[in-house]
């Protein structure tokens, strides 16, 4: 039974690569749905989580950070999502970290300043600052930047005050029946998810350009009884990657394996068997095929 008044409605996470829009789209959701990790541009889709209660259903949208697209296929690609992501939608959260604004804010500033639609201004990460006292300034600034809904320091990391952001999102939604199923927690597949808990693996293990040379495409993705098979093709530029990625004896692809395999068990609730190679494919981040291939084909709504 949808109650009266049930609101609902498309919320964009929008902000500078690394602020924290993955890890606060999963402490919302409270589910992990986006990977996160200490590097910047780590998410590269647009993912949808959402959350429904008896009284609304919240649709958060998570962007690749909003960076200036440098001359590869899958960097344009990375932005025409973040950018795309905005349309269309009921209200925008604007992601800074309460250690500032910084130069690389402006881009995501900038964008949502340019819709039509609310804007809510998220200051994260506040519990890195030990004397909260040191927001208010932080807070004033930001009032003289843009004309905010509202101005909300969260902790994405802890889950502090992400109920007032929530409030202060359900007042621009429409009055309309929940837009997904109550049970459903994402529009990705299982699979996309495996794919990405492996390129998380790959995020946290390597350092410079490894990650960002790194595509990982599954090849199979079976549940069988008691047990799901999974297999995945890590794809990198370079013949030098292939052998980082693998290590002396296979032993960094081993830990890489282990760990993939680990989050997939705990992701999935169920005993998982995964193999993975590496190979290489000559600038695949610049090739249009590759780039379908490996699944970056989405178009913003
Ligand atoms: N201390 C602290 N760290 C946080 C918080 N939120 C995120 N982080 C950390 O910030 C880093 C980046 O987080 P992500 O969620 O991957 O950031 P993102 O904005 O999605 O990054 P991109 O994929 O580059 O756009 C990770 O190391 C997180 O653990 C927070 O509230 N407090």
Not at 239 to 250: F, N, Y
Request: proline share 4%.
């Amino acid at each position: 039974m949808i109650e009266a008044g049930f609101r609902s409605g498309l919320v964009t996470l929008l902000g500078r690569p690394n602020v924290g829009k993955s890890t606060l789209l999963n402490r919302l959701i409270g589910a992990k749905i986006s990977i996160t990790s200490r590097r910047p541009q780590t998410t590269r889709h647009r993912i949808i989580g959402i959350k429904t209660t008896a009284s609304a259903q919240l649709v958060y949208v998570d962007t690749p950070g909003v960076h200036r697209p440098q001359g590869r296929r899958i960097n344009r690609y990375m932005s025409r999502i973040a950018s795309g992501s905005v349309e269309g939608v009921d209200c925008i959260v604007l992601v800074i970290s309460a250690q500032g604004w910084r130069k690389e804010d402006e881009a995501a500033l900038a964008l949502a300043g340019r819709q039509s639609i609310p804007v809510v201004l998220a200051i994260n990460k506040i519990d890195r600052i030990g004397d909260r006292r040191r927001l208010l300034p932080l807070i004033a600034e930001s009032d003289g930047r843009m004309r905010f809904a509202e101005i909300v320091p969260v902790s994405a990391h802890t889950g502090e005050n992400l109920d007032a952001l929530e409030r202060a999102l359900l007042v621009h939604l429409p009055e309309q029946p929940p837009i997904y199923p109550a049970e459903q927690l994402t529009d990705k597949s299982e699979r996309f998810l495996a794919s990405e808990l492996v390129r998380e693996q790959v995020f946290g293990a390597y350092g410079e350009e490894i990650p960002y040379a790194a595509a990982i495409e599954v090849t199979r993705f079976k549940r069988l009884k008691g047990v799901l098979e999974v297999e995945a093709t890590i794809w990198v530029e370079k013949e030098g990657q292939k052998a980082i990625i693998i290590g002396r004896g296979g032993e960094r692809l081993k830990q890489v394996g282990t760990r993939a395999r680990l989050a997939m068990q705990r992701q999935f609730g169920t005993k998982v068997r995964l193999a993975l190679w590496v190979k290489v494919r000559e600038d695949w981040a610049d090739d249009a095929r590759a780039l379908e291939r490996f699944g970056y084909t989405e178009e913003p709504v």
